[in-house]
């Protein structure tokens, strides 16, 4: 009985020391907007970006190239902030679909991208089914140019002479010369 009447008198003491007077609580705050920063690009001209970079800058994530990872690679955000300053267009090329994978004249060279399946990554085909992958680099040929020109540098060896083509065409379009 004593146990209980203890419990009791601190949870009592407990609620009533937890209270605040009237006068600490604001029923009517006032809110002051924040202060924008002006953005400026400065002496920087960013009308023309170009991302040259591995898998990492054409969007590779989840084992997978697919259309929200490419939409969430570093290039394409840092597009987005240097537009607020005036940044010209920023294209690139995206895959057909958010499955992921990869084909080269029908022929699968990558897997389409992981899930979470509840105790860690597992393929996506696991959960929904067989997939047929909808991006193939030699049929589904886009036209550029293009800014992002991130290559899967695992998988280019199978098409490096076209890979090699590709980027010397967009490169040519923009006067850059490799020496």
Partial sequence: MRKINYIFLSSLLLV?????????????????????????????????????????????????????????????????????????NFVQPLTSDNYGGLAVGGDRIQDPRLVFGGAGPVPLESLIGPITVGTDIVLNNPSGPFNNLGVL????????????????????DWQIHIL
């Fill in 16 to 88: 009533f020391t937890n209270c605040n007077d009237p006068e600490d609580v604001d029923l009517d705050p006032v809110v002051e907007a924040e202060v924008q920063v002006e953005l400026t690009a400065g002496s920087a001209n960013f009308s023309n970006y170009i991302s040259l970079g591995n898998s990492l800058t054409a969007g590779f994530t989840d084992g997978a190239l697919f259309q929200a990872g490419q939409n969430f690679s570093l290039p394409n955000i840092l597009s987005q902030k240097f537009a607020l300053v005036g940044g010209g």
């Fill in 153 to 172: 540098v695992p998988k280019a060896f199978i098409c490096w002479p076209r890979v090699m083509e590709i980027w010397q065409m967009y490169l040519r």
